[in-house]
């Protein structure tokens, strides 16, 4: 057919690449900011509670100074 819609041939190339960025790079990143807001607890891994006390901990002064610190090394 003329002057019709082009095939999506890129797609049979771009489809598999993006099914691994998805399974190798979105989903993990996905997983960790999900854990980083997760209550913590001693006896499991995480307990699926939203809580901000994990990163209310970054403004203690010994985060602020292995920072600095890590900032002079660098």
């Known amino acids: ?7 999506p041939y890129w797609a049979l190339f771009v489809g ?3 099914a691994y960025l998805l399974l190798f790079l ?10 980083s807001v997760y209550l ?7 307990v699926a509670e939203f809580t901000g006390t994990n990163y209310a901990k970054l403004w203690e ?4 100074t292995l920072f600095l610190r890590t900032l002079r090394l660098s």
């Open 16 to 18: 598999p690449y993006g």
């Open 1 to 7: 057919m003329e002057g019709g819609r082009p095939s």
């Open 61 to 64: 002064v010994y985060y602020a």
């Open 40 to 46: 913590h607890s001693p006896t499991k891994i995480a």
């Open 26 to 35: 979105v989903l993990p990143f996905v997983n960790v900011a999900l854990l």
